[in-house]
């Protein structure tokens, strides 16, 4: 659990400082014109947001909450996987090293008692 603490603070900070990088440095609307006129741009987009819709199933799988679930899904749709380091690294510290609690969140002991 320790290696995917660390993957997943690497990205994290990884995300800051693109993210930083692009507001300081570049201009959204004129970057953002040129990347959709190019067919590997609108491709990169759409992989982008095929990987944020599939990572936000997992979040609405694991909360029970919807409203929290709402949240989550509402930020990786805004910030993309900036919001993704967040939630895994909250998930694997509240797991304390389950990694069945990590990866079915508050559904963990329901599925349990439907497989025994």
Known sequence: MKTAKLIAWLGLLAMVAVL??????????????????????????????????????????????????TTWIVLMMVFGFLTASVYILMALYGSNGDWLKLFLGDRKEELLEKTS
């Open 20 to 69: 930083l990088n692009g507001f300081i440095n570049g201009s959204f609307s004129e970057d953002g014109a040129r990347l959709l006129a190019n067919p590997w741009g609108i491709v990169s987009l759409v992989d982008l947001y095929v990987g944020f819709i599939l990572f936000s199933m997992w979040i609405a799988f694991r909360e029970k909450n919807i409203f929290a679930a």
